[in-house]
């Protein structure tokens, strides 16, 4: 798997990419069994398929430096819940009986998932995410491992030489929402200061592939963009698979572009230009945008408990389709997505190439700084480690707030004051003691701090 480390700082500047690039993208269905399966996400045993609202897919994305075959990277998004090691495991063995080993291995194929709620489960191999599914299903699994190979065959099989990756970010506003405002809060104040515009993070970055044709005019491949925001526009009591808002973007923005290029897009999947809206750090961040709010009042719920009247089952989250219709609400976000992604895709002209940086010194690592760097084949990164700070106080007179004081006493606030400044500068406080006014304490305390 790539190795990223979260919350690290880039120590090295990545200059040494070529100033083009071979490119394939491809795509395949991986929708699986359409009903009585239950759906990845919720974890509601009674959620199970009777239906389809939009078939589910692997767009994947090879890309090459030199002739060298063996200087590839695969990034594959997949319509689905999350990655699966096992399943990563079965396309590493179907690839490798194609191409031969060394081709596609463990360090240079990335999949990562949109996080959709609402596709079959039982692909994983963990019990705990099995158990709502009641175990391992065969049609899941096999649908992903041969939707996800035969997509990373169908890119390998189609690489364009001397094509061009550009780079594109902009602020997509009213698209997400914090479900958890009053959590965030509690984050340092560092923190919340990386996302002056609000609770969540509305920066979409997106990577434009495009080949220059025998007549000047370029032809777009494919995009690839990341966008912080939950797949779960399909509440829990929906019963029809769905790529979600994240799929619905892809199929707008490759109907779109596909439509132009006067190819027949009758169905979802079909032709050459390849839009994945991949996953991102969504951990908290929703599509419901109008909030959650209490079904039998229509009053917003109580913040902290989201609960109404002391009743959690009352207060529902809302998307911005009429009264809450999950079915607009996955329109209406993936719409947006995918406007924002065409007006990026069309203003894209800062190309990545030789001597270019392709991500700054100095640059907190993010989800979608983690996505580029997969995305170029960078599994291993160098970075600034967090300094280790072990904070003492001393004085036998001092004791912790919310003791009572005795006399002479007093409480200790500097140790909580230098904490959670050392906190905020980004270190990691591994000790934190008040040290009694002896020799012994202290040399005690710096032996095992040390």
Known sequence: MLKFFLGLILLLNLSNLASSFNVGVGIWDTTGPA?????MGYAVPGQRGQGIHLRLSARAFVIQESSDKQDKVAFVSVDGGMASDLVKMRVLDKLEAKYGQGI???ENVAISGTHTHSGPGGYLQYVLYQTTSLGYVAETFDAWVNGITNAII??????????TISINTGTLDDTNANRSPTSYLENPQEERDQYPDGDTDKTMTLLKFTKKQKDGKEKLLGVLNWYAVHATSMNNTNTLISGDNKGYASYELEKYVNSNNGEDISLPGHGEFVAAFASTNLGDVSPNTKGAKCI??????????????GRCEKCIAFGPGYNGNMIQSTQIIGH???EFAKNLMNTATEEIKEGKILIQKGTPITPSEIGTCATFGYGNLSVFKKPEIAIFGTGDELVEPGTPLGEGQIYNSNLYV????ANCAGAEITMRNVIKDNKDSLRLFLSEAL
């Open 154 to 163: 169908s890119a390998n099989e189609n690489i364009v030489n001397d094509a």
């Open 35 to 39: 009903t009585e399966i239950n759906f």
């Open 418 to 421: 230098f904490s959670e400044l």
């Open 296 to 309: 039998d009042t229509g009053e917003p719920c109580e913040m902290v408990t989201s609960t109404c009247n």
């Open 336 to 338: 947006k997505q995918a």
């Open 104 to 106: 596609f291995t463990h």
